[in-house]
Structures are given as structure tokens and as C-alpha cells.
T-cell receptor, first 113, second 114 residues
Framework: AQSVAQPEDQVNVAEGNPLTVKCTYSVSGNPYLFWYVQYPNRGLQFLLKYITGDNLVKGSYGFEAEFNKSQTSFHLKKPSALVSDSALYFCAVRDRDDYKLSFGAGTTVTVRA | NAGVTQTPKFQVLKTGQSMTLQCAQDMNHNSMYWYRQDPGMGLRLIYYSASEGTTDKGEVPNGYNVSRLNKREFSLRLESAAPSQTSVYFC?????????????FGSGTQLSVL
């Protein structure tokens, strides 16, 4: 069975400060990992994905994520947060040998001006 | 580009009523999905269609049926709505289910079952 944990329900940061959203995963094989963002009253939008290769993945809107196999983590980061980054963020994982994409419960990010 | 379009955006049903959620995509994607989103639980897959003409159950299929009408359209039907089906429903599509393509989501349907 595969699963995703987002240990923080909420993350609050000041604009201009670094933003980190944590994600750990569990799969039986090798993972594909994703981050999605959901703005209010909208569907989820793809941010970035890890397939293989470089552990640091760069995505949309200045976000990046680091794959750490030993810690089974895939934390999302942004060096300088914007108020417009306030949204709900979902981490998702898929085993390479399975079709199913499992989502975490989501982390609400609030960036204050 | 419209992307993935869902209708309706909001719906209130009484227990036992039926309804169909409609979804259409204009990206020529092969695979389509229906998810439900509940607070604190993330998104859970209800049904998916790997390609036109096929449908399969996901994690939480009970109480739902689907139809892949053609390559563009994938509908979700609640035959006899229950309060446990109160949720936000998202349709999504991807180029193929068996490759690592990202999902494209519709804007969702907020359903309340009284």
C-alpha cells in the first residue's frame, strides 16, 4: 500500500520569508512524486514532479522540491514567499508499477503581508 | 483554452435523489478521472477511464457509476444520493494513465446531500 503524509495542516509565513511544506511518503517500489496547488474555489494545478535523476526539482511559480530517498521525503520549498502563494498544497505519490495516485490531506499555506 | 469543464458547480440533493455530474476535456487526453475531496482526507479516486471505452473502480466507487461517453466526456452518476456523498467532486484528465503525466483538473462540483 502507498501513502502520503503532510504533517502540518497549516503553515504561516511572512511575505519574503522562505516557505517549506513538508511531505513524506511510503511506497513498496520506486516513487513518482508530485506537488499540486489549489487556490480557493478552483481545481488543483500541477506544480512539479519527480521522476528520476536530479533530486532537486524546479517547478512553476518559483517552487522547487527536494527528493530524499533515505528520509522518504519530498518537501516543497520557495526561497521568498508571496501573498499570492496562499493556497492549499497537496503532495501525491505513485508507485512506478501502479496506476494509482495517492494524495496527502493537504497543507494550507498563509502568507501574510 | 477551456481545459476540463465540469457542470454543475453547485448542487443540493435530498437523500435518495439521483443526479449526473458532467465532465468534458478539450485537450485530446486519453485518460479521465473522478475524485472526491473531503476535509482532512485529500483527494480519493472514485473511478477512472484509462481510455475511451474503458472504466475501472478506484478507491471509493460504492454508490457511484460512470460513463465514458466518448473521448472528451466522462460523467459520474449518483443513483440514490446519501449524506455521506456530500463532498467536492473533481474531474481530471491526463494524456495517459500509465505514464507519468500530470493531471489537469476541473474547477469542481460542490454537492450537498440533505
Amino acid at each position: 500500500a502507498q501513502s502520503v503524509a503532510q504533517p502540518e495542516d497549516q503553515v504561516n509565513v511572512a511575505e519574503g520569508n522562505p516557505l517549506t511544506v513538508k511531505c513524506t511518503y511510503s511506497v513498496s517500489g520506486n516513487p513518482y512524486l508530485f506537488w499540486y496547488v489549489q487556490y480557493p474555489n478552483r481545481g488543483l494545478q500541477f506544480l512539479l514532479k519527480y521522476i528520476t535523476g536530479d533530486n532537486l526539482v524546479k517547478g512553476s511559480y518559483g517552487f522547487e522540491a527536494e527528493f530524499n530517498k533515505s528520509q522518504t521525503s519530498f518537501h516543497l520549498k520557495k526561497p521568498s514567499a508571496l501573498v499570492s502563494d496562499s493556497a492549499l498544497y497537496f503532495c501525491a505519490v505513485r508507485d512506478r508499477d501502479d496506476y494509482k495516485l495517492s494524495f496527502g490531506a493537504g497543507t494550507t499555506v498563509t502568507v501574510r503581508a | 483554452n477551456a481545459g476540463v469543464t465540469q457542470t454543475p458547480k453547485f448542487q443540493v440533493l435530498k437523500t435518495g435523489q439521483s443526479m449526473t455530474l458532467q465532465c468534458a476535456q478539450d485537450m485530446n487526453h486519453n485518460s479521465m478521472y473522478w475524485y472526491r475531496q473531503d476535509p482532512g482526507m485529500g483527494l480519493r479516486l472514485i473511478y477512472y477511464s484509462a481510455s475511451e471505452g474503458t472504466t475501472d473502480k478506484g478507491e471509493v466507487p460504492n454508490g457511484y457509476n460512470v460513463s465514458r461517453l466518448n473521448k472528451r466526456e466522462f460523467s459520474l452518476r449518483l443513483e440514490s444520493a446519501a449524506p455521506s456523498q456530500t463532498s467536492v467532486y473533481f474531474c481530471a484528465s491526463s494524456e495517459r494513465w500509465d505514464r507519468v503525466f500530470e493531471l489537469f483538473f476541473g474547477s469542481g462540483t460542490q454537492l450537498s446531500v440533505l
